[in-house]
């Protein structure tokens, strides 16, 4: 079975910009989640998709919005981006919410802006 | 609210020898589960181990245990036998209903291991 896969691996934008980062969760999980991980903040929650549905946010600026398809894949997208946005995006998918639930991370996109 | 704790931001330890990586929770819920990850440099988010508080008895995955104290809500990884490849970043996270759901990571442990 195939993991989480995201995609692009790495990008370089400069301030101002946009940027649309994807990942595929793994087959049969309907739940995915994002996180930003940087030195300073360690693993900070961004948002959560289920069915297609956003059912959690963390605390981030409207910069920072999702979606989800109806295959369970998830997009995210950073609008008028700072110098501060730059760090590994996570991506990690379950079957659905839950205590019980093991999410499985994809590789990550590391995102620098300049 | 939940909390991790991981106390310890760094730890050595031998090559083939065992190694006890420290994590402490708290929740008001009944019903949780307990994660570990492994991070290596390359920044990929493994899934090493996961025990449910309901659990009696202690997870175990190869060379992975969690040593789980409820009473004392801890949740310590063991590594046994360590190899030079589990050199890695080692995140102890939770899942409850309290948080919706959301995992909550502690800060994480950077392991190294010496030959």
């Known amino acids: 079975k195939a993991g989480v896969t995201q995609t692009p691996r790495y990008l370089i934008k400069t301030r101002g910009q946009q940027v649309t980062l994807s990942c595929s969760p793994i087959s049969g999980h309907r739940s995915v989640s994002w996180y930003q991980q940087t030195p300073g903040q360690g693993l900070q929650f961004l948002f959560e998709y289920f069915s297609e549905t956003q059912r959690n946010k963390g605390n981030f600026p409207g910069r920072f919005s999702g979606r989800q398809f109806s295959n369970s894949r998830s997009e995210m997208n950073v609008s008028t981006l700072e110098l501060g946005d730059s760090a590994l995006y996570l991506c990690?998918?379950?079957?659905?919410?839950?205590?019980?639930?093991?999410?499985?991370f994809g590789p990550g996109t590391r995102l620098l802006v300049l | 609210a939940q909390k991790i704790t991981q106390t310890q931001p760094g730890m050595f330890v031998q090559e083939k020898e065992a190694v006890t990586l420290d994590c402490t929770y708290d929740?008001?819920?009944?019903?949780?589960?307990l994660f570990w990850y492994k991070q290596p440099s390359s920044g990929e988010m493994i899934f090493l181990i996961y025990q449910g508080s309901y659990d009696e008895q202690n997870a175990t995955e190869g060379r992975y245990s969690l040593n789980f104290q409820k009473a004392r809500k801890s949740a310590n990884l063991v590594i046994s036998a360590s190899q030079l490849g589990d050199s890695a970043m080692y995140f102890c996270a939770m899942r409850a209903s309290g948080g919706s759901y959301i995992p909550t990571f502690g800060r994480g442990t950077s392991l190294i291991v010496h030959p």
């Open positions: 929740t008001s819920d009944q019903s949780y589960g």
């Open positions: 990690a998918s379950s079957f659905v919410p839950g205590h019980q639930e093991t999410q499985y």
